[in-house]
């Protein structure tokens, strides 16, 4: 059973994120917290759109988080397709379903604020209809990783989808603007204004801040969920054929 | 003479240890038997031998060379008959066997010599969708003859077999062995290859 | 060389021994497009409009359709493993399997389309530019669509699987295509459309065999 245990190299990880989780708990909380304190409350309101600007400071972040998660995913497959290491694919796995939700978050968002903004629910900006897109290749990835009996099969193909997709995503983002600027609707009010006005960054920022760390730490706790998991169906394994 | 040898060989499986800490030397001529019960990882040495896993630890050495390191190489040194017999019904059972004889660059017997050793030489116009399973298994074998291979792995190739084909099958290794050849073979029927090794593998813990 | 020319003759005696299958495409393709009239109204104008997107969102639909046979029963009667441990490389043999899939559904489905245009009034100045569009593209979804055949091998409800891996990832197939007969259409020219649908042609050409061979070899692998 060594074999098992150096590929995952549990015990290391266990160690470590043991010791750094109440960190990144605390940071997120405080950042979350300040970041919130900011944008509902502290931050000018726009000349334009009034309180519906708050809406921006979750809606920001979440897409950000959205290219932030698939780039993760696909340096996570990449290593472990290459390196064959337990805890990469075990990352990939876990970075998904989190990457799924900030996507849908930027989803809705976007369109609460396209409501009083256009009067619709849903426009197909090109923001909007790239991220949409993004959600697809979430749910593909989601889809095609437990659609295998042998987990094992699902990892790898899966891994593999997740590589094609991100060399993909720049031509998807380049086509659909390319596609909006030919069907340009008549009258867009651009969701980001020339310049950006520092009581209005900060909050931003702090709430981009504050999804990286709640990111980090779901993650030092669904891998080590996974770890035992693992280990586990290891235990069952054994006992059943002795 | 070539030697293909496996060091200290796991396999990781879907998160279970199939093989640990396999040892093998296999010699031209040489012939090894497989032998354990059902899920003892027959298959996946045999799987791991032809190149279609990596092993999870250890070395499958052909000559001193590390066989990962010129899969291609390897391919053309190996033939694998596994549980499918790769029979495509739209073909005729000569069409099946030209194919893979082709394909694997036409080194050893000529599709029809093949089909007559495995005595379906009369079969060869007819589409292989009628061939029942033992003549399709040996549509198969003839593939592994036409292939010119040094290496034959062949995983439980009797099933489906009647015993007097098993036995021309035994008569088939014996000549493969006498030019210089070496065969693995999981089984659990008496082919006559009596100077055999054997491995025997168990279930792991 | 020699044994791509193997399997390319292979393939294609395989595929004009089930040459049904190529008809069963193009009856899909027909009939997604024809479907159209009935759900939108037969005001000919606006069959006009929309009708070079229906064509290629059809075509789309069609070639993923006849995507998930691909690589399918050579791994369920193990004639991919075989394929695998083949002296030719499996990038090769992918592309030969790629190029008669085209060959075989592309192709029909280019030789069809001029029909469907006439049934859905697309002007006929349009037609050359939505004939090239195709060319360049449909070689894309057979490459595209061979990647997610090869992810999706073994998996369960492979079909519907490999339709949501894989059609997101030709959105741009069909922006560029479709973009081109627009653009056209308002007397803007195609040709910048047309060019970077040919980019992403070349792209497909140098990922997918890559791409599908990987995936490939661990389908055999497990």
Sequence with gaps: MNILHRFANPTRFQRLSKKIEPWVLVLMLLTMGSGLYFALFSSPVDYQQGHTVRIMYIHVPAAWMALFCYTAMAIAAAISLIWKHGLADIAVKATAPIGAAFTFLALVTGSLWGKPMWGTWWVWDARLTSVLVLFFLYLGYMALRDAFDDPARGAKSSAILVLVGFVNVPIIKFSVDWWNTLHQPASVIRMDGPTIHVDMLMPLLLMAFAFKFYYLWVMLVRIRQELMAQRIRALKHRQAIE | MASFTGENLSCIRGERLVLEGINFALEGRGAMILTGPNGAGKSTLLRLMAGLMRPSQGRLLWNDTNVSDDAAEHNCRISYIGHADAVKPAFSVSENVGFWAEMNGSKGHTPEQAMTSLGIAHLADLSARYLSAGQRRRVNLCRMLTSGADLWLLDEPTTALDSETSASLGELIAAHRHKGGMVVISTHTDLGISDAVSLPLEVTR | ?222
């Design chain 3, 1 to 222: 060389m020699s044994g791509l020319s193997v399997i390319l003759r292979r393939e294609i005696r395989l595929a004009l021994r089930h040459s049904t299958d190529s008809f069963m495409v193009v009856g899909f393709f027909v009939i997604a497009v024809v479907l159209f009239p009935f759900g939108v109204g037969p005001e000919s104008n606006m069959l006009a409009r929309i009708g070079p997107g229906v064509i290629w969102v059809a075509a789309l639909l069609a070639a993923m359709l006849s995507m998930e046979r691909l690589f399918q029963t050579d791994y369920e009667d193990g004639s991919l493993e075989l394929l695998v441990l083949s002296p030719v490389p499996m990038e090769l043999t992918v592309c030969a399997k790629v190029f008669v899939h085209w060959l075989t559904t592309g192709v029909p489905l280019i030789l069809t389309a001029p029909l469907l245009a006439l049934m859905m009034n697309v002007p006929f100045e349009a037609w050359p530019v939505m004939l090239a569009s195709l060319a360049l593209g449909t070689p894309v979804l057979s490459l595209i669509g061979a990647i997610g055949a090869a992810l999706a091998l073994g998996a369960r409800r492979g079909g519907v699987l490999l339709s949501l891996l894989v059609l997101p990832l030709l959105i741009p197939v069909l922006i560029f295509a479709v973009g081109a007969i627009d653009a056209h259409l308002m007397g803007g020219g195609a040709k910048a459309n047309l060019l970077l649908l040919g980019g992403v042609l070349l792209g497909a050409l140098a990922l997918a065999p890559w791409a599908s061979a990987a995936a490939l070899r661990q389908a055999v692998a497990s």
